[in-house]
């Protein structure tokens, strides 16, 4: 039985240009052959399967025409939310699964990255058709398949983009095919939904590709009177250095303005990924046939992903520039040629190169996590592994990584040392240091002080210190918060305890075991662990299970400063159930708040500078003669300012 | 509980709250760059636009405002289904780095704040999150504790604390007790 080979088309990316180029030729003779009723057998015997988590008509239905069209055949299941992932079963389960029943996977997300997923553990090859917002491969092959029928040649073609450029998926596939085309970017963002900052540093770090913003109004302007306002720039592919010393966001770009614009591509509002849609459809633009009215414009075709809401004029529809049922028609030829390649390369047994850079190992566990909340690896992060690549946004004073599924940055601000347990906050002077430990594989990511001493890492470098509380003072201090949350309590008994770990966790039990001298009854007592990938929750005194619901909760930690570890962890209490009520109990408070939580029992209020740092020592069992309970104060000594000072 | 209602707060009274609360603002965060006001739907969301307004005829400056609606984060099962980080907001603007005021009409329990906080916490990663209120009836059962508040109103619990704002209610009143309208 013939096979396909194992390829993934997760990313426009992953098609070298004369790949593209052949995929248009076999769908220019498919397109012919459907006018012409010429059938094909090519995928005689295979098997797509389509697994939507997603609604979508036009997709699904133009991947089915194609693959019947071709002699294969189709299995779907037409609402996956409603089966297999309501039942609680992972992507990678089901597509394993799926691959036992087909010879290809397509598949729909909504979360950013579910294609490299369903790809990296299918054996069967699998295309995507849209993750989140990210990417949707086929339709941009669809897009650019019938701009190069139109116009020809895609390089140095000037394409004007239009709409909801901040959530479309579409249009970023699009804009990064096109900067790779070497065609010309004009972005008309509708109310105010921009292109992304990770796509612009993207193209500008990977390509030294950037093209400019105009509103329509100014667009229209434009080209009514001169084209001073449109500045745009040929694209110059070339890969820049990590690290290099300026950001590329911030050179001046080449002025070159465009003889006319060769098309238009207006998209919808995405409506889905909204709240107040009624508010954000105000701002949303309407195209219509006036665009096309200048000299300049006159012979610019005007493409849409379809379906369209208010934002097309249905006057347009009978006019020979307006090509978007022709981009509609074309996705089954597009699709039945993509397959066709495949079946293709299998006959020729090509190798892809598919050697990504590997991801940077992490010798702390757990691995930092992805900050973008819709990517795959926060909702499927059970199993998923988190990995990341050095951001190419990255330079001498920004630190960024970028996440292996979803591709999106996330900003560090707290690098450590893996082999001397030292932690920095990022600056320019490190950048050197920290490509060396990333060869090494001994970097560090810390979100903040707190996790980077959690994690048992010291300061770079620490001023003098000073004794703030002995023995004795913690113990009273103890005592008082014990007192204060019986008496605050309806029914003392109902008392439990979280204490966010490390310290905050030691400090629970002393306070469970002060409670339970009072009141007679031991209040059940939990360790909840904040940093890194899931918040766990796990009781204490060899009790299976902690329950929160319906409890009057204490929440313990030693030190609050800036209150975003109590706000984690009250977001992980939530996400085991709903507590009658918090307390929160910490034995220092050293101000700088910033979220709206005030503790209710404070041990100490110390007043301290930002430079300076709390650290609370507790002992354990015997150890307690030996290093007595203690919270000192000392001052980090900025590095920077260390290595310049001439001492 | 058949009590009858009275009025805490008139319309002049709410202005002058609004008036202070920007002032505080303004003060608090002065040279701050990349400040936004958050509301809380809906009437959190009316009062953010009334003090973008303030802040604007203070000469001070133009402040983004978006809406979050924190029911799909509601722990009393009353939320809608669906997935909580799509949907329920209107946020133009980018939260990281930013110093973002979230403000609602009455601060009581503490549980829309704490679901807004864990909303805007999926959003994005402000520098800081400070809380704007017009009314605090105090007893919260969350830690929770706001920066900025119009009124303290210190209400028997089961009492009921109305906020009636002009552009939902046709009236700007705050009423405490009384049944439900």
Request: glycine share 8%.
């Amino acid at each position: 039985m013939r096979r396909l080979p194992k390829y993934d088309l997760v990313s426009i990316e992953d098609l070298a240009i004369p790949e593209i180029e052949r995929i248009f030729e076999l769908a220019d003779m498919f397109a012919e052959n459907l006018r012409d009723g010429v059938p094909s057998t090519r995928a005689g015997g295979l098997i797509m399967a389509t697994l939507f988590y997603e609604p979508s008509t036009r997709t699904r239905l133009s991947f089915e025409s194609a693959m019947n069209r071709l002699g294969g055949s189709v299995i779907s299941s037409a609402d996956m939310q409603a089966s297999s992932a309501a039942k609680g079963e992972s992507l990678a389960d089901t597509v394993r699964v799926v691959s036992a029943y087909a010879d290809l996977i397509v598949v729909r997300h909504p979360c950013d990255g579910a294609a490299r997923v369903a790809a990296e553990y299918a054996p069967v090859p699998v295309i995507n058709a849209g993750d989140g917002s990210r990417e949707h491969p086929t339709q941009t092959l669809c897009d650019l398949y019938i701009l190069r029928r139109k116009k020809g040649d895609l390089k140095g073609l000037t394409v004007a983009i239009c709409g909801d450029l901040k959530f479309g998926r579409t249009v970023h596939s699009l804009i990064y095919a096109l900067a790779r085309f070497g065609a010309n970017i004009v972005a008309v963002p509708y109310g105010g939904m921009d292109v992304p900052d990770y796509v612009l540093e993207r193209l500008a770090a990977e390509r030294n590709y950037k093209f400019s913003t105009v509103t329509i109004d100014e667009l229209k302007s434009s080209f009514a009177g001169g084209l001073d306002a449109l500045y745009l720039t040929p694209s110059a592919p070339h890969q820049m250095a990590l690290f290099t010393s300026e950001n590329p966001l911030e050179k001046v770009p080449e002025v070159r303005p465009p003889a006319a614009l060769d098309a238009f591509y207006v998209t919808r509002l995405q409506k889905e990924r909204l709240a107040d849609k009624d508010r954000a459809a105000q701002g949303y633009g309407h195209f219509d046939v006036r665009a096309l009215r200048t000299s300049r414009t006159q012979e610019a075709v005007v493409m849409h992903p379809l379906p369209r809401t208010d934002e097309l004029a249905y006057e347009l529809d009978t006019d020979p520039r307006a090509v978007y049922f022709e981009q509609a028609a074309a996705g089954v030829p597009v699709r039945m040629a993509l397959v066709a390649w495949m079946l293709e390369s299998a006959a020729r047994e090509v190798l892809r190169p598919q050697a990504p850079e590997p991801p940077i190992s992490f010798k702390h566990e757990p691995a930092p996590r992805c900050a973008h909340p819709t990517c795959i690896t926060r909702s499927e992060g059970s199993y998923l592994r988190p990995r990341f690549r050095l951001a190419s946004g990255s330079n001498r004073s920004r630190l960024a990584l970028r996440c292996g599924f979803c591709e999106r940055d996330s900003r560090v601000e707290y690098v450590g040392h893996a082999t001397s347990h030292r932690y920095y906050h990022f600056d320019e002077n490190l950048s050197g240091y920290v490509r060396q430990w990333i060869e090494e594989g001994t970097l560090a990511v810390f979100e903040s002080v707190k996790e980077a001493e959690e994690r048992g890492y010291e300061p770079y470098k620490r001023g003098p210190q000073r004794e703030i509380m002995n023995a004795a003072e913690i113990a009273r201090a103890c005592e008082a918060i014990a007192a204060q949350a019986i008496a605050d309590a309806a029914d003392p008994t109902a008392i439990a305890i979280v204490g966010v770990v490390s310290r905050g966790a030691m400090l629970a039990m002393r306070l469970r075991d002060l409670i339970e001298a009072q009141t007679g009854v031991r209040p059940p007592c939990a360790a909840l662990d904040v940093y890194g990938g899931d918040p766990r929750l796990r009781a204490i005194d060899g009790a299976e299970t902690f329950n929160v619901d319906g409890r009057a909760i204490v929440l313990v930690d030693d030190v609050i400063n800036s209150g975003w570890t109590v706000q984690r962890a009250m977001t992980a209490l939530w996400q085991h159930g709903r507590p009658a009520a918090v307390k929160l109990a910490v034995l220092i408070d050293r101000g700088y708040r910033a979220v709206p939580i005030r503790p209710n029992y404070v041990g100490r209020n110390i007043p301290t500078t930002r430079a300076e740092r709390v650290q609370v020592r507790l002992g354990i069992g015997a150890e307690t003669r030996k290093n007595p309970d203690r919270v000192l104060l000392y001052s980090m000594v900025d590095s920077l300012r260390e290595r310049e000072s001439p001492t | 509980m058949t009590n009858k209602p009275a009025l805490a707060l008139d319309g002049e009274a709410i202005a002058r709250c609004v008036k202070r609360i920007a002032h505080e603002i303004a003060e608090r965060n002065d040279g701050a760059g990349n400040l936004a006001l958050i509301g809380i739907v809906r009437r959190g969301a009316t009062l953010a636009e009334r003090l973008a307004q303030a802040l604007r005829q203070d000469g001070e400056r133009e402040v983004p405002v978006g809406t979050l609606d924190i029911s799909s984060y509601r722990d009393d099962g009353k939320g809608e289904p669906g997935d909580p980080r799509l949907l329920g907001r209107n946020i133009p603007f980018a939260l990281d780095g930013g110093h973002v005021i979230l403000i609602d009409d009455v601060l009581y329990t503490g549980r829309t704040v704490r679901a807004a906080l864990t909303a805007l916490a999926d959003l994005g990663r402000p520098e800081s999150i400070q809380l704007a209120v017009l009314v605090d009836r105090g007893q919260h059962e969350i830690p929770i504790r706001a920066d900025y508040v119009g009124k303290n109103i210190a209400a028997p619990t089961g009492q009921r604390v109305y906020v009636r704002l002009a552009e939902i209610d046709g009236v700007d009143a705050v009423v405490v007790g009384g049944e439900k309208s």
